[in-house]
DNA sequence: CTTCCATGCGCATCGGCGTTCCCAAGGAAA
DNA sequence: TTTCCTTGGGAACGCCGATGCGCATGGAAG
């Protein structure tokens, strides 16, 4: 990990789909050494694999819920129970176990209003041991540093 | 978009660098047409690009928070300069502004919990017309439906 | 200081992939 | 029915990516 790995994480992070020769030529190497560098980094687990950037809005997905969820007990059995069905819900993409009051955040995507209230009643509203939901609706989303800036600083 | 493009948007998500001819199979089309829909999904904007997912532990990562931020005012030119403030910020790889008592949610990641303490000190500590903070972290992490999953119905 | 070894780059090659033509098939409108 | 438009398949061409080889560099040992 060194200078040039950083690079090419970045440009990796920007574009995956961007052709090695380009890479290469971004961070100063041939294509060889770049296609080794990119295997290493993809073996060493520092790159765990390609995804694409979806459009959700022009997908029909105009809802982006942040709900907090608090359960009546900290069991780790029943946390496990939680998070196996919280796993089955469709459109929660992603949930974290956070400190300060031992609460899941979860971030769900819904098509509209209607979705999601079919969503929290359906799903949200049956999982097991919850004692409080709280949603918050992202009204505007604010660009930030990418991942890859944000790792290797700035810019 | 039909179910065909639905499967691409997914294979594309699954795994950004499979070649098109492994995503066609998949699909149950040939290359060439494969290859069109790619093209016409990244035109329309229903793919906005093509990331690298990245180890954060691996690179040295192993903090993310979730902080919690509401501003003494809630006038348009306030939250504008906050905003662009926070987009400055190291670390900051998600902010938003959510509905429920008019306050902002950032992802954060750090080193560990020094590097957190500095940039809450140097950074988050100084954004302008900040009331409170309140800093969740990442405890446990969740496997969730993917993004493509969640959007076009799981399994 | 010299020698040896290991690491990592660049070059060239070759196999495979992606893009782009062109043509055919199916459906809608006139 | 005819025409047009859309969309898929096939083949060719050019380009890209993976691998092997030779070489340079740097550090350690003698």
Redesign the pocket.
């Known amino acids: 990990m060194d200078r040039?790995d950083a690079a090419i994480l970045k440009s990796l992070a920007a574009d995956a789909r961007?052709?090695?020769?380009?890479i290469?030529t971004q961070v100063?190497?041939?294509?060889?050494?770049?296609?080794?560098?990119?295997?290493a980094l993809e073996a060493s687990g520092h790159v765990q694999g390609y995804g694409a950037r979806l459009g959700h809005r022009r997908l029909g997905f105009r809802i982006t819920a942040l709900v907090d969820i608090t359960l009546g007990t900290q069991v780790e059995e029943d946390l496990a129970r939680f998070e196996a069905a919280v796993a089955q819900i469709d459109g929660v993409v992603e949930c974290a176990l956070v400190s300060g009051g031992q609460d899941y955040r979860l971030k769900i995507l819904a098509r509209d209003l209607d979705d999601y209230e079919r969503l929290h009643r359906e799903h949200l509203g049956r999982l097991p041991g919850v004692v409080t939901i709280n949603s918050s609706f992202v009204l505007r989303s604010i660009p930030t540093r990418s991942e890859a800036e944000a790792l290797f600083g700035g810019r």
């Open positions: 040039i961007a052709p090695v020769s380009t290469a100063g190497l041939s294509q060889s050494a770049c296609t080794r560098r990119i295997q």
